[in-house]
């Protein structure tokens, strides 16, 4: 069944490189020719499953940057906290002002 117009799924396209992965060029490309994909769809597939592969290890982070992390989360968490305080304060502040202003307005006009 010719996969011209169809979507290839992930899973789908690695399967493709590992059946591949031992035929000769000839082979290769009459296998391409038959699924319907050119070769270099599949030399591309191939490309990114050995970068999807080689990532887990490059990404993973030590302890000491896990640690790291945590602690500067931390902070943060602390400082979004007390910029909330901050905020809801001068909310207050704003409130208490216009009764104020509304109280003296009322006083002026008696």
Known sequence: ???????????ARLQAVITTA???????????RAQGIYPAELEQWCA??????????DARASP??????RKR???L???LL???RALAETAAL????KKVAAIYNKAEDA
């Not at 069944?1 to 899973?11: E, H, L, Q, S």
């Not at 000491?64 to 992390?69: G, I, L, N, V, W």
């Open 1 to 11: 069944m010719p996969a011209r117009g169809r979507a290839w799924t992930a899973p």
């Open 22 to 32: 031992a035929l000769s060029e000839a082979d290769k490309s009459a296998w391409c």
């Open 48 to 57: 990114s499953a050995t970068t999807a592969l080689a990532e887990p290890q």
């Open 64 to 69: 000491q940057a896990t640690r790291q992390d």
């Open 73 to 75: 989360i931390k902070e």
């Open 77 to 79: 968490e602390r400082e």
């Open 82 to 84: 007390r910029k909330d």
């Open 94 to 97: 704003l409130v208490l002002s």
